[in-house]
T-cell receptor, first 113, second 114 residues
Framework: DSGVTQTPKHLITATGQRVTLRCSPR?????VYWYQQSLDQGLQFLIH???????AKGNILERFSAQQFPDLHSELNLSSLELGDSALYFC????????????FGSGTQLSVL | AQSVAQPEDQVNVAEGNPLTVKCTYS??????LFWYVQYPNRGLQFLLK??????LVKGSDGFEAEFNKSQTSFHLKKPSALVSDSALYFC????????????FGAGTRLFVKA
């Protein structure tokens, strides 16, 4: 058990809908990272938050947004969903940033029908 | 910009033989390099990292990786493969380019045959 909790584990929804994925980092970790894993794109970096502030953005679509709350949990919001958004979404946390290893949650499997 | 390349989609080895999973990287400044492993229906798990110092880094379960600055490579190795090592392996690089981000390679699937 990595100590990183992601909910829900599975999510099935329809095109055009909006969903929210939640991540609770390991106790004491200040950094939260979001990744999207799909068969054709591999593991894509989406966004990094450190202690409530956005620190880096990757290939995150404008329809996607995220935030990290004062209690350090994070949410990834996906809107106007398309079939191609179907993927496994991972959250990872680390104590600080940069040289720290990441602890990954078990992921949220999103299926857009 | 940071990037990681894993040139092999799949590596097949026989149990007891040495294994190598290749990785090359590109990053500005000093690299922080990592290897992670993913088992089916699980999140990624940390194996080892290179930050500075000895070019040969040792990790868990007998895995090690060699940092080669001139070839910008960080290959994962194990002297004697086990069937239980069969999994998806990811190389990653972390750097401060427009904020700290850890970028992963496409992954290499390792099959160890008994």
């Amino acid at each position: 058990d990595s100590g990183v909790t992601q909910t829900p584990k599975h999510l099935i929804t329809a095109t055009g809908q909006r969903v929210t994925l939640r991540c609770s980092p390991r106790s004491g970790d200040l950094s939260v990272y979001w990744y999207q894993q799909s068969l054709d794109q591999g593991l894509q970096f989406l966004i990094h938050y450190y202690n409530g502030e956005e620190r880096a953005k990757g290939n995150i679509l404008e329809r996607f947004s995220a935030q990290q709350f004062p209690d350090l949990h994070s949410e990834l919001n996906l809107s106007s969903l398309e079939l191609g958004d179907s993927a496994l979404y991972f959250c990872a946390s680390s104590l600080r940033q940069g040289e720290e290893k990441l602890f990954f949650g078990s992921g949220t499997q999103l299926s857009v029908l | 910009a940071q990037s990681v390349a894993q040139p092999e989609d799949q590596v097949n080895v026989a149990e007891g033989n040495p294994l190598t999973v290749k990785c090359t990287y590109s990053v500005s400044g000093n690299p922080y390099l990592f290897w992670y492993v993913q088992y089916p229906n699980r999140g990624l798990q940390f194996l080892l990292k290179y930050i500075t110092g000895d070019n040969l880094v040792k990790g868990s379960d007998g895995f090690e990786a060699e940092f080669n600055k001139s070839q910008t490579s960080f290959h994962l190795k194990k002297p004697s493969a086990l069937v239980s090592d069969s999994a998806l392996y990811f190389c990653a690089v972390s750097g401060n380019t427009g904020g700290f981000k850890t970028i992963f390679g496409a992954g290499t699937r390792l099959f160890v045959k008994a």
